[in-house]
C-alpha cells in the first residue's frame, strides 16, 4: 500500500516554465562538467537562460497586476447610472428614437469597459494573444536551425557561387568567384571596386530607361488591343537589370 501511494503521490508544479529552466539549468550544468562545450559558450548559455527567466518575471506581473478594485468598482457604477439616467435625458427632445439610441449608447460603453477588463489580463483567453501560433512558429524554425550542420567560413566564403562582382559589372565576363578573386593583387581588386562604384548610377540609369520603355510599349500594346507578355522587356534586353 505505501507502494502505491508513493507511485500516485506525485507533486506537481506551480509554475511550470520556471521548472523547465531548472531542468535546462541542470543541462548546462552538465554540459560544462562533461567538457562538451567551451566556457564562453556555456557563459552565453546562462546568460540566456537568466534573460529568460527575468521574461518569466516580466509576464507573470504582468499577468497578476491588474486594475485597483475601487477603480474597478467606481467604474462599473458609473457607467451603469450613466446608463439609466440616460433614457430620462432623452426621452424629451427625441420622444420614441430616444430607444434605440440609448440601446446604441448603452452597447457602446458597455463594450469599452469589457474591453478594459480583459485588457487587465492578456494571457486568459487565446483569442487575445495567438501563442499557440508563436509556439508552433519557434518549434519549426528551432527545427529548421538544428537540422543544418554549423556552416564554416570555408563552405560558403570560397564557394564558387560566391561572386561578389556579379551584381554590379554589367558584362557577364565579370561573374568571378572569391576563391579566384583572393589570388589576385590589391591592388587589382581595388581597381575592380574602382570600377564597381562608378557602374552602380549607370545601372540605375538603364533600370529606368527601361522601365519608361516597358510603359510605352504596354500603352502602345493596350491602343493595339494586344496583352503584353509578363514580365516582357524590350527588344534585345534579356537579362534584367537590377539597379
Not at 508513493?6 to 509554475?15: E, H, L, P
Not at 531542468?23 to 548546462?28: D, E, L, Q, T
Not at 518575471?57 to 474597478?72: D, F, H, K, N
Request: proline share 7%; hydrophobic share 35%; aromatic share 10%.
Amino acid at each position: 500500500m505505501q507502494n502505491i501511494k508513493a507511485k500516485y503521490d506525485m507533486r506537481y508544479s506551480t509554475n511550470l516554465p520556471l521548472e523547465l529552466s531548472y531542468h535546462i539549468a541542470a543541462y548546462i550544468k552538465d554540459v560544462h562538467k562533461r567538457q562538451l562545450a567551451p566556457d564562453f559558450t556555456i557563459t552565453l548559455m546562462n546568460n540566456s537562460l537568466n534573460n529568460m527567466v527575468q521574461c518569466l518575471g516580466g509576464l507573470e506581473r504582468i499577468s497578476t497586476t491588474s486594475t485597483p478594485l475601487s477603480y474597478a468598482i467606481h467604474l462599473f457604477q458609473l457607467t451603469y447610472i450613466f446608463i439609466l439616467a440616460l433614457p430620462f435625458q432623452l426621452i424629451g427632445p427625441l420622444n420614441w428614437y430616444a430607444i434605440p439610441t440609448v440601446a446604441l449608447a448603452a452597447f457602446s460603453l458597455l463594450g469599452i469597459y469589457v474591453i478594459g477588463l480583459e485588457n487587465e489580463n492578456a494571457f486568459w483567453q487565446e483569442d487575445i494573444l495567438p501563442f499557440k501560433y508563436f509556439c508552433n512558429e519557434l518549434h519549426e524554425e528551432i527545427l529548421s536551425i538544428t537540422s543544418h550542420p554549423m556552416p564554416t567560413p570555408k563552405s560558403w566564403l570560397l564557394s564558387t557561387e560566391n561572386q561578389p562582382f556579379a551584381t554590379t559589372y554589367l558584362n557577364q565576363g565579370r561573374r568571378t568567384p572569391a576563391s579566384q578573386l583572393i589570388k589576385r593583387k590589391e591592388d587589382e581588386l581595388r581597381k575592380m571596386l574602382k570600377e564597381a562604384g562608378r557602374q552602380v548610377p549607370l545601372r540605375k540609369h538603364l533600370y529606368k530607361e527601361r522601365k519608361e520603355e516597358e510603359k510605352k510599349k504596354n500603352k502602345s500594346d493596350r491602343k493595339s488591343g494586344t496583352v503584353p507578355s509578363a514580365g516582357a522587356g524590350p527588344e534585345g534586353e534579356n537579362e534584367e537589370l537590377v539597379p
